[in-house]
């Protein structure tokens, strides 16, 4: 089962069906069969649970949380308070999103246009953690980053070009989350441009 296939399938969602679901290549979307606004994006690492709907005449795709941290029963609750907030004229602000799901689902995006190896190094330098010597340990919603963290992010790299390098693919992430509608503007907008063996620094 692989994302290209299943990507928008109604399915009907069950535990095994959930832990079964693969995205080794591209991403998965699928909605349940008996929820249809209940959705789980599946990409390489992560699964995540998303309510959509229209509002004001846009679609949009709240976060849940991932699975199997939140349970099919949990997301179901969940799913049914934001289609009561609908129906009773309560609708909350949109949810953000963490700084690992969207990089994720960036990534996923580029695997269907790019060389592994090319995703390999993007990813390498947008996301550190264990097995990863990236740049930016962000984990909070990417609405609360900041052009103050990212700056102190780039002025920790000593190397220029690798600084260089990281500058231009976190302004290509964070450009795309703007255009994905889940930032109202880019924090690298207020950051020097990077020449070389310079450090970025805010406007």
């Not at 069969?33 to 959705?39: I, K, Y």
């Not at 231009?168 to 950051?191: D, G, M």
């Amino acid at each position: 089962m692989d994302g290209p296939k299943l990507a928008l399938a109604a399915l009907k969602f069950t535990d095994p069906l959930l832990r079964s679901l693969r995205a080794d290549a591209g991403q998965l979307d699928c909605a349940d069969s008996l929820t249809p606004a209940l959705v789980i994006w599946v990409g390489k690492r992560t699964k995540t649970f998303r309510y959509r709907r229209v509002r004001d005449g846009m679609r949009e795709r709240i976060t849940i949380d991932q699975y199997p941290d939140v349970s099919l029963a949990k997301a179901g609750e969940e799913e049914r308070k934001l289609r009561a907030e609908k129906t009773l004229g309560l609708l909350s602000a949109t949810a953000g999103s963490d700084y690992a799901e969207c990089l994720e689902e960036f990534l996923a995006g580029k695997r269907d246009k790019n060389k592994a190896s090319t995703v390999d190094e993007k990813e390498r330098l947008l996301e550190k953690k264990r097995l990863l010597k990236g740049h930016f340990p962000f984990s909070e919603d990417v609405t609360k980053i900041d052009d103050g963290q990212i700056s102190r992010a780039l002025k920790a790299i000593k190397a220029p070009s690798e600084r260089r390098h990281a500058f231009v693919e976190a302004r290509t992430f964070f450009n795309w989350l703007v255009t994905a509608r889940r930032i109202p503007y880019s924090p690298l907008s207020r950051l020097k441009r990077l020449g070389k063996g310079k450090t970025a620094s805010a406007c």
